[in-house]
């Protein structure tokens, strides 16, 4: 079996965690390995993994290919996957390379399937593993179908390092593309509030938008100890429903969007910590905790649903008052 690991260089030059991962996937699956790896120059990601164990190396580099544009990169794939001739492709699934994917199968006549989360050998048949439904569902797939063209979702493998000095076969490509970067426009990396990448989530529920004791509703200075706790700890901010849903309105906080909601109609983080603030913790919210390991909120009543053993620690408190110790203290 041939196995063509193929991906992206980041903007430093350097192959980025999901793809060091993907490889040890593709390693996995033994066989003969090929490495493909594209971007505006690819010697430093292919030494770093110079022993890995491939037998072969093949890039396709130049400004052309710096950045994610689906014409160039789709015509870099193409030609590393017929230049190895494999019969498993194995890419990670970063946004960059899963725009892609899908285009790169159908020129190179494969199938594909993204987001896996595990692979198997066993007597030469390999079993992917993926989530459905929102990771209620855990699929097994088998496919007689080749090439197999696979995206390996990000936090199933270890990293890959084997670093060395890598010799490159370099392809020569000239990509027929309309489309021309001229500049990227970002919002500054203080200005992301959602970071997979961080230890701890904080989710903010509807109780900061409501009248408190006062009578009164203190939504900018809600804001203020959210962005406040953020700031200090790089936490990642998730919501409750009723939270965005009102955000969306323009009725509560301005920074946040659907994206951030937590839960069964919203996203399953995995953070290693959680801090729940102002959110009762119904079970439509807390399905979304599941696979965060640590628990703790702060919530007025005793009797919120973070009580009824969704929690391992509730801070009976007004959260106003915690945060803005907590903000203190972390200042
Ligand atoms: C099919 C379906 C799917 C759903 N999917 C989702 C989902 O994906 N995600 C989701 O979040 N919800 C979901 N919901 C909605 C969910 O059932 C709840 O309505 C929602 O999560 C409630 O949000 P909340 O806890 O922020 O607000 P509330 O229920 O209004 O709770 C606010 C809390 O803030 C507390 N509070 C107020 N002031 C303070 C203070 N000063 N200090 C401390 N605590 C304070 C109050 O005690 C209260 O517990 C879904 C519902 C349905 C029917």
Same mark, same amino acid.
């Given at each position: 079996?041939?196995?063509?690991?193929?991906?992206?260089?980041? &903007?430093?030059?350097?192959?980025?965690?999901?793809?060091?991962? !993907?490889?040890?996937?593709?390693?996995?699956? @033994?066989?003969?390995?090929?490495?493909?790896?594209?971007?505006?120059?690819?010697?430093?990601?292919?030494?770093?993994?110079?022993?890995?164990?491939?037998?072969?190396?093949?890039?396709?580099?130049?400004?052309?290919?710096?950045?994610?544009?689906?014409?160039?990169?789709?015509?870099? %794939?193409?030609?590393?996957?017929? &230049?190895?001739?494999?019969?498993? +492709?194995?890419?990670?699934?970063?946004?960059?390379?899963?725009?892609?994917?899908?285009? #790169?199968?159908?020129?190179?006549?494969?199938?594909?399937?993204? *987001?896996?989360?595990?692979?198997?050998?066993?007597? @030469?048949? +390999?079993?992917?593993?993926? /989530?459905?439904?929102?990771?209620?569902?855990?699929?097994?797939?088998?496919?007689? &179908?080749?090439? /197999?063209?696979?995206? +390996?979702?990000?936090? %199933?493998? !270890? $990293? %890959?390092?084997?670093?060395?000095?890598?010799?490159?076969?370099?392809?020569? #490509?000239?990509?027929?593309? *309309?489309?021309?970067?001229?500049?990227?426009?970002?919002?500054?990396?203080?200005?992301?509030?959602?970071?997979?990448?961080?230890?701890?989530?904080?989710?903010?529920?509807?109780? /900061?938008?409501?009248?408190?004791?006062?009578?009164?509703?203190?939504?900018?200075? !809600?804001?203020?100890?959210?962005?406040?706790?953020?700031?200090?700890?790089?936490?990642?901010?998730?919501?409750?429903?009723?939270?965005?849903?009102?955000?969306?309105?323009?009725?509560?906080?301005?920074?946040?969007?659907?994206?951030?909601?937590? @839960?069964?109609?919203?996203?399953?983080?995995?953070?290693?910590?959680?801090? $729940?603030?102002? %959110?009762?913790?119904?079970?439509?919210?807390?399905?979304? /905790?599941?696979? +965060? $390991?640590? *628990?703790?909120?702060?919530?007025?009543? &005793?009797?919120?649903?973070?009580?009824?053993?969704?929690?391992? #620690?509730?801070?009976?408190?007004?959260?106003? !008052?915690?945060?803005?110790?907590?903000?203190?203290?972390?200042?």
């Amino acid at each position: 079996m041939k196995v063509l690991f193929l991906a992206h260089t980041e &903007a430093d030059g350097s192959l980025g965690k999901a793809a060091s991962e !993907a490889l040890t996937a593709a390693k996995t699956l @033994g066989g003969e390995l090929t490495v493909g790896l594209y971007g505006a120059d690819v010697q430093a990601a292919a030494n770093a993994v110079a022993g890995c164990g491939a037998a072969k190396f093949y890039g396709v580099a130049g400004a052309e290919f710096a950045s994610a544009r689906y014409g160039s990169d789709a015509a870099a %794939c193409e030609a590393m996957g017929k &230049a190895a001739g494999a019969d498993v +492709i194995v890419m990670p699934s970063t946004s960059r390379a899963s725009r892609v994917a899908a285009g #790169v199968a159908q020129r190179l006549g494969a199938v594909v399937d993204t *987001r896996l989360t595990g692979l198997e050998i066993n007597g @030469g048949t +390999i079993t992917a593993t993926r /989530w459905f439904y929102r990771q209620r569902m855990l699929g097994k797939i088998e496919r007689d &179908a080749r090439p /197999w063209l696979m995206t +390996i979702d990000t936090g %199933c493998f !270890a $990293a %890959c390092e084997a670093a060395g000095a890598a010799t490159v076969e370099l392809l020569a #490509v000239t990509p027929a593309t *309309r489309t021309k970067v001229t500049e990227i426009i970002a919002p500054a990396a203080d200005a992301q509030t959602i970071r997979p990448d961080a230890k701890l989530l904080l989710v903010a529920g509807a109780g /900061w938008g409501k009248s408190q004791a006062d009578g009164q509703k203190h939504v900018d200075e !809600a804001a203020r100890l959210i962005l406040g706790l953020l700031s200090a700890t790089q936490a990642s901010l998730g919501s409750s429903k009723s939270l965005v849903d009102q955000s969306g309105e323009g009725a509560a906080l301005p920074f946040l969007t659907h994206m951030h909601q937590v @839960g069964q109609t919203g996203s399953t983080p995995r953070h290693q910590k959680g801090l $729940a603030t102002c %959110c009762h913790g119904e079970e439509p919210h807390v399905v979304g /905790w599941r696979f +965060i $390991a640590e *628990r703790r909120a702060i919530n007025l009543d &005793a009797n919120c649903g973070w009580a009824q053993g969704k929690a391992d #620690v509730l801070y009976v408190a007004d959260a106003f !008052a915690v945060m803005s110790k907590l903000v203190d203290m972390l200042k």
